[in-house]
């Protein structure tokens, strides 16, 4: 049975929101898609594009949808959720509240200050782009991806089953997990990586051989650091929001650089090519598992 | 005028003497390739494909071509290098010698011990792919890409432009660099990159919660771990061949990543916000300039 179309609000009109909000209108989920953000211009972009039906004037606005998705960086997420529980009764009244940014733990922290807010259900999408900004939205981004939900305690059914319901109409599989465990795969499959593309760039882009270090720079280069052309505060707030995990990702990831320069500098070719033999089977296995995934 | 189609041995069928000659073969420059190979299946499968048209059976038949070039990994790149040089008197005579082998400093004195080898041509050509065997040849391979050369004291100009005209022949664009100049630049670039990517891979690979990292990794964490699949053998002689430069790109990357700690440890927003827009710039530039180079 078909069930009745949702009216969403998405709070903050970049990539990632407004390529749910494409992908929730094609797929029948909302009926009408509010959106909100503190820049007029996403917000008329947005509105001429398509992508939402009504600009909000604020975010009080936006307490009539049925769903509002908090979608801008980690740090702002908390302030937003902070702002909204403050206005609905802890979220016991208004809208069903779930957001996307890619730290869980301040936006449970934050939804846990004034007791618990079981109509909040926090929410990622394993899915994104080096691109930024509501241009780039594109309603297949969530297809075939998955989305985290790390349910709070006592978090209430009914709003679980409407964020599930909602990603799953977006093309997504959505799987559950604890905050704490979301956010130590994160920082070693994610945020790491995005510390050490910046870091790698950052480090290419101080040398005195620059010019020459971009110019000969090849595919590998241009793969390997693709996501460090991402949005930068989006990553400050990540690196911040989630700072003893990452902490720990980049400690564990420094003890194994400094073991393999050991090797490199002792002339240990068998335990360089061992250690990148692992690697390669590990990758090649992630690999082809990822591309039977997308063919399923 | 069109030159005579020459005679061209490839020593190491891999994908990159694979991909050379089938692009040579493609333009005419090559008129019959000779190929060479320790693994006999590798020659079956390049005569098989018609990615050579003769199998030598030892080195010596390679001897025979008007050119030369040493595909396999650059320890062993060395080594055969030294043993060509042995029958040719020092490279007067027999073919003219060129390689394209990721590090040339370890090429260059090989060459150098017993004197002045002015008809070996050092070459590098910047492209690849982490497949590896002649069934991943691609003619198309360095069309567009770059090649450099790093021409040695009292190089042969005939032997220089020769090697010139078979890159050019290939679709590739030839820039000439002093050895210890190239290095450095794709120590930084391309050396450094790869032990990272095999790194992250393997610190991953090493960790009890490795199913769901494995698991929730995304698009993000392919790219950036695409080379750690490249040919484990090659990037640990490379490793050992450039070691003293890829030890101080390492170290400098360390010394970096060391500071964005510091930065994430102490909450200094700014400076992770700092950082990241800078890398962000410099990528975004190298990238905007690579696509307008393949569309020119």
């Not at 779930?98 to 922290?109: C, F, H, P, Q, Y």
């Not at 991402?230 to 420094?254: G, I, Q, T, Y």
């Not at 068998?270 to 598992?289: C, P, Q």
């Amino acid at each position: 049975m078909a069930e009745k179309p949702c009216s969403v609000a998405i709070l903050g009109l970049g990539m990632i929101g407004g390529s749910l909000a494409l992908a929730l209108k094609a797929s029948g989920f909302a009926g009408r898609v509010l959106g909100f953000d503190r820049d007029p211009g996403a917000l008329a972009a947005g509105l001429e594009a398509g992508v939402i039906d009504h600009a909000c004037e604020d975010l009080d606005a936006a307490l009539a949808a049925d769903i509002a998705v908090i979608a801008v960086p980690n740090l702002a997420a908390a302030a937003v959720l902070e702002e909204l529980l403050a206005r609905t009764d802890h979220g016991r009244s208004g809208p069903v509240l779930t957001d996307v940014a890619s730290v869980k733990g301040n936006l449970a922290a934050a939804a846990a200050r004034g007791g618990p807010a079981p109509r909040f259900v926090p929410g990622h999408p394993i899915a994104g782009s080096e691109r930024s900004g509501v241009a780039a939205a594109n309603g297949e981004l969530f297809h075939r991806h998955r989305v985290i939900l790390t349910p709070l305690p006592e978090q209430d059914e009914e709003a679980l089953a409407l964020v599930r319901r909602l990603w799953e109409s977006a093309g997504a599989e959505v799987v559950c997990m604890a905050v704490a465990e979301h956010d130590a795969v994160l920082a070693a499959t994610s945020h790491l990586p995005h510390v050490l593309a910046y870091c790698l760039v950052d480090d290419l882009a101080a040398s005195p051989r620059r010019e020459d270090l971009f110019r000969f720079a090849a595919g590998g280069f241009r793969d390997f650091t693709r996501i460090a052309s991402s949005d930068p505060v989006m990553w400050r707030d990540v690196a911040l929001a989630n700072r003893d995990a990452l902490l720990e990702a980049v400690d564990e990831f420094s003890a194994r650089l400094a073991a393999l320069r050991e090797a490199i500098a002792s002339g240990d070719g068998a335990r360089l090519e061992a250690t990148f033999t692992a690697a390669k089977a590990a990758r090649d296995a992630f690999a082809e598992r990822e591309a039977r995934r997308q063919q399923n």
